[in-house]
Nanobody, 128 residues
């Protein structure tokens, strides 16, 4: 049973920082170099959007709105995905989800349809 569990969310003031973590397990038969991972977020009243993704070789993608402020990384030995959030803005307030993709012919991207498994989300709230 594949499981992804996010942690590290919370409430901060604008300009602050947070680090989100996503532990993943249950990938019997899979190795880290067979999938990519990403972070998505959903603000109240808005659709979920891709924030950042990291491919098998370590290459990354970022949404324009977070470039230069957020950093995605992964530790395959610890089965953990990270998202460092710096210079946070009230507009970053959302539920943040981690996701795993690349199984079944999907393509590395920031599109939801390219991801196979999802975590339950962690809330990030940024006050002005």
């Amino acid at each position: 049973q594949v499981q992804l569990v996010e942690s590290g969310g919370g409430s901060v003031q604008a300009g602050g920082s947070l680090r989100l973590s996503c532990g993943y397990r249950g990938f019997s038969g899979f190795t880290p170099n067979t999938y990519y991972m990403g972070w998505f977020r959903q603000a109240p009243g808005k659709e979920r959007e891709g924030v950042a993704a990291i491919d098998r070789d370590g290459s990354t993608l970022y949404a324009d709105s977070v470039k230069g402020r957020f950093t995605i990384s992964r530790d395959n030995a610890k089965n953990t995905l990270y998202l460092q959030l710096n210079s946070l803005k009230p507009g970053d307030t959302a539920i943040y989800y981690c996701a795993l993709g690349g199984i079944g012919g999907r393509w590395f991207s920031l599109r939801e349809l390219d991801y196979n498994y999802w975590g339950q989300g962690t809330q990030v709230t940024v006050s002005s």
